[in-house]
């Protein structure tokens, strides 16, 4: 019997419901259940996920191997057990309350076979309004570059992989990174492989937020968070030589997995976590962050950053506070050189919040205001009131929500700040939702909108002159019922953890009207 095109490997630990659609979209493969092997281990599930794997195997004998083990604490044993079982040309890993496109694996193992590649990406859409960065798949590529590319920041294992590549290059996931472990993995597969492709014209892989928020990700703290940061950073540094293709990876670690570290949940931990952070953060800052890294930081992310290194936990906690509580800090000139105004710091006006060169520091707004309205020609729009205390912006500062562009009004400007409107159509947000919904990020730039340099966009950085819009101090969040087509959507302001405003568009479904049903009413 010849060996199978593709092993799917599922680590599963208690994701039942959402198992069961999973393990149906793997069974429901084009490619056909003669061409693929399906590895699940259960990690010690105390749900029902065992018995339901179990099943599985039954109704398909000789396709699907189901290896119960105790609970290891993350996906990397799991996975690694799977990996010295399978026996398919090629693996991908799917997560447990995740599913598959239908035509997803033949489509995947097609595309590697027709241009040798060693890995291969394909589409991602998120459900239930969990956002994915799309940039890598603006286009199908025939052969990516790991360095020049959005690629270092969607380094997840979504993807397949030729086997021959793991095992020649002995690359396993590291079983002392409860979290984060598929990144070291995926990165070690992207630097060895001969050719990187991406499949983007056809949705693979649906990435499922759960309404419990319950799996290891959604969990995990700040102090895992901060050794899973440092093991990354160390690998990088151990991986690749120092120059422009190291910083073009550690660039998007310090503006995800690290400036994570210092979001506006900072301001809720206990002094002791807060040191901690401050302290892990401040080493990495010291040691890895170059200026060329630094000048692909938003403002920011950039001064957070550097706070950790130069100043006090309590400087980083009061500019974090001033961000997340009260809104965009004035900005000062003294000697020719323009510095964020941050009240509280120790440390006096210097590199640490000089924004002279930040590009996006002039387009930063908070969001005071959310309504539904119906403009001059009878659509719905959304309408957001936002301010900053810049009092020179006259006509340059433009928004919009990543491809849709707002109508930007200037309702009053005087000294102190300047207060707008930003109106967004809601047939525009509605366009490329598809039946899973999907979040747009609020932003604005100085200068022309363009989508292309908006967060979220390929290759856009703060150097882009673009500032996600916060709103610190929105309080009321409408939401409006609209159709598509034949679907109804439900378009929300919404903010991130980390204080970003994002309009969530989301699919009416009967799960999400029983879930909304379920949750504790507000009295």
């Given at each position: 019997?010849?060996?199978?095109?593709?092993?799917?490997?599922?680590?599963?630990?208690?994701?039942?419901?959402?198992?069961t659609?999973?393990?149906?979209?793997?069974?429901?493969?084009?490619?056909?259940?003669?061409?693929?092997?399906?590895?699940?281990?259960?990690d010690?599930?105390?749900?029902?996920?065992?018995?339901?794997?179990?099943?599985?195997?039954?109704?398909?004998p000789?396709?699907?191997?189901?290896?119960?083990?105790?609970?290891?604490?993350?996906?990397?044993?799991?996975?690694?057990r799977?990996?010295?079982?399978?026996?398919?040309?090629?693996?991908?890993?799917?997560?447990?309350?995740?599913?598959?496109?239908?035509?997803?694996?033949e489509?995947?193992?097609?595309?590697?076979?027709?241009?040798?590649s060693?890995?291969?990406?394909?589409?991602?859409?998120?459900?239930?309004?969990?956002?994915?960065?799309?940039?890598?798949?603006?286009?199908?590529?025939?052969d990516?570059?790991?360095?020049?590319?959005?690629?270092?920041?969607?380094?997840?294992?979504?993807?397949?992989?030729?086997?021959?590549?793991?095992?020649?290059?002995?690359?396993?996931?590291?079983?002392?990174?409860?979290?984060?472990?598929?990144?070291?993995?995926?990165?070690?597969?992207?630097?060895?492989?001969?050719?990187?492709?991406?499949?983007?014209?056809?949705d693979?892989?649906f990435?499922?937020?759960?309404?419990?928020?319950?799996?290891?990700?959604?969990?995990?703290?700040?102090?895992?968070?901060?050794?899973?940061?440092?093991?990354?950073?160390?690998?990088?540094?151990?991986?690749?030589?120092?120059?422009?293709?190291?910083?073009?990876?550690?660039?998007?670690?310090?503006?995800?997995?690290?400036?994570?570290?210092?979001?506006?949940?900072?301001?809720?931990?206990?002094?002791?976590?807060?040191?901690?952070?401050?302290?892990?953060?401040?080493?990495?800052?010291?040691?890895?962050?170059?200026?060329?890294?630094?000048a692909?930081?938003?403002?920011?992310?950039?001064?957070?950053?550097?706070?950790?290194?130069?100043?006090?936990?309590?400087?980083?906690?009061?500019?974090?506070?001033?961000?997340?509580?009260?809104?965009?800090?004035?900005?000062?000139?003294?000697?020719?050189?323009?510095?964020?105004?941050y009240?509280?710091?120790?440390?006096?006006?210097?590199?640490?919040?000089?924004?002279?060169?930040?590009?996006?520091?002039?387009?930063?707004?908070?969001?005071?205001?959310?309504?539904?309205?119906?403009?001059?020609?009878?659509?719905?729009?959304?309408?957001?009131t936002?301010?900053?205390?810049?009092?020179?912006?006259?006509?340059?500062?433009?928004a919009?929500?990543?491809?849709?562009?707002?109508?930007?009004?200037?309702?009053?400007?005087?000294?102190?700040?300047?207060?707008?409107?930003?109106?967004?159509?809601?047939?525009?947000?509605?366009v490329?939702?598809?039946?899973?919904?999907?979040?747009?990020?609020?932003?604005?730039?100085?200068?022309?909108?363009?989508?292309?340099?908006?967060?979220?966009?390929?290759?856009?950085?703060?150097?882009?002159?673009?500032?996600?819009?916060?709103?610190?101090?929105?309080?009321?969040?409408?939401?409006?019922?609209?159709?598509?087509?034949?679907?109804?959507?439900?378009?929300?302001?919404?903010?991130d953890?980390?204080?970003?405003?994002?309009?969530?568009?989301?699919?009416?479904?009967?799960?999400?009207?029983?879930?909304?049903?379920?949750?504790?009413?507000?009295?």
């Amino acid at each position: 019997m010849s060996a199978p095109d593709i092993s799917i490997v599922v680590p599963v630990y208690n994701t039942m419901p959402y198992l069961t659609r999973c393990l149906n979209s793997l069974a429901g493969q084009s490619i056909g259940l003669d061409r693929m092997q399906i590895i699940a281990v259960d990690d010690g599930s105390t749900d029902r996920s065992g018995a339901e794997l179990d099943r599985f195997a039954e109704r398909h004998p000789g396709v699907v191997t189901v290896i119960h083990q105790a609970n290891s604490g993350g996906p990397a044993g799991p996975c690694n057990r799977a990996l010295d079982v399978a026996t398919g040309r090629y693996v991908f890993f799917v997560g447990a309350d995740d599913h598959l496109g239908t035509e997803a694996a033949e489509r995947l193992v097609t595309m590697a076979d027709t241009y040798g590649s060693d890995v291969v990406l394909g589409r991602v859409v998120g459900v239930h309004s969990r956002h994915i960065y799309q940039d890598v798949f603006a286009r199908n590529e025939a052969d990516l570059d790991l360095f020049d590319s959005p690629l270092p920041r969607s380094l997840a294992n979504t993807k397949l992989f030729r086997r021959e590549l793991l095992d020649t290059h002995g690359i396993r996931y590291r079983e002392d990174m409860p979290v984060g472990s598929d990144l070291p993995f995926t990165l070690a597969a992207c630097y060895h492989a001969r050719r990187i492709s991406v499949l983007a014209d056809y949705d693979c892989y649906f990435a499922v937020r759960r309404f419990s928020a319950t799996n290891i990700t959604y969990l995990s703290r700040h102090a895992e968070r901060l050794r899973t940061a440092e093991a990354i950073v160390a690998y990088v540094a151990e991986l690749i030589e120092p120059g422009k293709r190291r910083d073009a990876v550690l660039l998007r670690r310090f503006d995800h997995e690290i400036a994570r570290l210092v979001e506006d949940d900072l301001l809720r931990l206990d002094r002791a976590t807060q040191e901690l952070v401050h302290r892990g953060v401040g080493r990495l800052v010291a040691e890895h962050l170059s200026d060329d890294i630094a000048a692909g930081l938003n403002a920011e992310t950039r001064i957070r950053l550097a706070l950790t290194r130069d100043g006090t936990v309590d400087d980083l906690l009061a500019a974090v506070r001033q961000d997340a509580c009260a809104g965009v800090p004035p900005t000062v000139v003294a000697e020719g050189r323009r510095y964020a105004a941050y009240p509280g710091l120790s440390v006096a006006p210097g590199p640490c919040v000089d924004v002279t060169t930040a590009p996006d520091w002039a387009a930063k707004l908070d969001a005071v205001a959310a309504a539904w309205e119906t403009d001059e020609h009878g659509e719905r729009v959304l309408s957001l009131t936002a301010h900053t205390p810049a009092t020179d912006l006259g006509d340059r500062l433009t928004a919009g929500a990543e491809e849709v562009a707002a109508q930007v009004t200037v309702l009053a400007a005087d000294a102190g700040g300047t207060t707008l409107r930003l109106r967004l159509r809601a047939a525009e947000l509605l366009v490329g939702s598809g039946p899973t919904g999907r979040r747009r990020i609020v932003s604005a730039q100085a200068g022309p909108y363009d989508p292309a340099r908006a967060p979220g966009a390929e290759n856009a950085t703060g150097a882009a002159g673009a500032a996600a819009v916060r709103a610190p101090r929105l309080r009321r969040k409408p939401s409006a019922v609209r159709r598509s087509g034949a679907r109804l959507y439900v378009l929300t302001p919404v903010v991130d953890v980390s204080g970003r405003l994002m309009i969530s568009v989301v699919p009416v479904t009967a799960n999400r009207v029983t879930a909304r049903l379920r949750r504790p009413r507000r009295t």
